[in-house]
């Protein structure tokens, strides 16, 4: 192997961060990053891996690589995630959209994509992803992202405006939001679901880098939003409206009986592509 060659990076990543990641996380970073400074995807990097970085790459790969070493997440090292095709920046007020949530983006949109016209509410929007997405997937929607923190509600509209998307966003608490009957077609949310005594288990980069307020509920009533909410579209749904759930794998169950409970129908756990409970969708009828 050539000294300073691309591929001695690699290595090198593999070989700093292994108590941190799994193998195959840092070669997904290490790809991430190459990507981000060269444009290269896996295919450039095996027929290029010999080659000698420009200066300020080898400077950006260090610098990176000891960002990694003190957990920052890579997401906030190059600024941005992909979600669903879309650029969608982050920082440490809003959590880092995850893969399971594109999965429900397009769960909402192939079940909707024929409808013409649609009022989509997004409970908890942070970075705003699911309803800048929904905007530009569906065509002719009203949509509208709420959340209780305004820092997070500044990156989501930051987020609209790069992605040409005109989204009606407010700074709101759902315990304390009420609005005229029959406004909405569709709720969707992803919101804080983790127990707070599941802290412990949760690697350190996202402990320390991701807000407390979009990942924790307390231990004894973890599912105190997918009440609020539910109760919420009891009111706000029209009839035969919809509402989408992401949730914590454990409660899926437990949220389509509190659906049930509130006279919602049709209530249908779906997977993720891990194969666990990850999305609940209902329809209110009145
Ligand atoms: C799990 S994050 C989801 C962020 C984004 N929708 C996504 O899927 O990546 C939950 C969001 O709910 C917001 N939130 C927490 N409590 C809230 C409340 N009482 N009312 C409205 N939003 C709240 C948090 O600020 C956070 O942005």
């Given at each position: 192997m050539i000294v300073g060659a691309i591929e001695s990076y690699e290595i090198q990543y593999l070989n700093e961060l292994d108590s941190i990641y799994p193998r195959r996380e840092?070669?997904?970073?290490?790809?991430?990053?190459?990507?981000?400074?060269?444009?290269?995807?896996?295919?450039?990097?095996?027929?290029?891996?010999?080659?000698?970085?420009?200066?300020?790459?080898?400077k950006f790969l260090s610098e990176s690589l000891r960002k990694l070493?003190?957990?920052i997440p890579l997401q906030h090292i190059i600024g941005y995630v992909l979600f669903c095709d879309l650029k969608i920046k982050v920082n440490e007020h809003v959590l880092i959209p995850r893969p399971e949530t594109e999965e429900?983006?397009?769960?909402?949109?192939?079940?909707?994509?024929?409808?013409?016209?649609?009022?989509?509410?997004?409970?908890?929007?942070?970075?705003?992803?699911?309803i800048i997405a929904l905007k530009t997937l569906l065509k002719n929607t009203n949509c509208k992202g709420i959340d209780i923190s305004q820092k997070a509600l500044n990156i989501a509209?930051?987020?609209?405006?790069?992605?040409?998307?005109?989204?009606?966003?407010?700074n709101q608490d759902i315990n304390e939001y009420s609005v005229r009957p029959n406004s909405f077609d569709i709720i969707v949310s992803n919101p804080p679901y983790v127990p707070i005594r599941e802290l412990k288990k949760?690697?350190?980069?996202?402990?320390?880098?991701?807000?407390?307020?979009?990942?924790?509920?307390?231990?004894n009533n973890p599912l105190k939003f997918y009440h609020t909410i539910a109760e919420f579209g009891r009111n706000s749904l029209v009839n035969k409206g919809k509402i989408y759930f992401e949730t914590h794998e454990d409660y899926a169950f437990e949220i389509v009986n509190l659906?049930?409970?509130?006279?919602?129908?049709?209530?249908?756990?779906?997977?993720?592509?891990?194969g666990k409970n990850r999305f609940v969708e209902a329809i209110k009828y009145d």
């Open positions: 840092i070669k997904n970073i290490f790809f991430e990053l190459l990507l981000y400074i060269k444009r290269w995807n896996k295919i450039d990097y095996l027929l290029n891996k010999n080659k000698i970085l420009e200066k300020n790459e080898i070493k003190n957990h429900l983006v397009h769960i909402i949109y192939n079940q909707n994509k024929l409808e013409t016209s649609l009022n989509i509410l997004d409970v908890g929007t942070g970075s705003g992803c699911i509209i930051e987020n609209a405006n790069c992605n040409n998307s005109d989204i009606d966003f407010k949760i690697r350190t980069n996202v402990i320390d880098f991701e807000p407390h307020m979009a990942l924790f509920v307390e231990n659906l049930k409970d509130k006279k919602y129908k049709n209530c249908i756990i779906r997977q993720d592509l891990q």
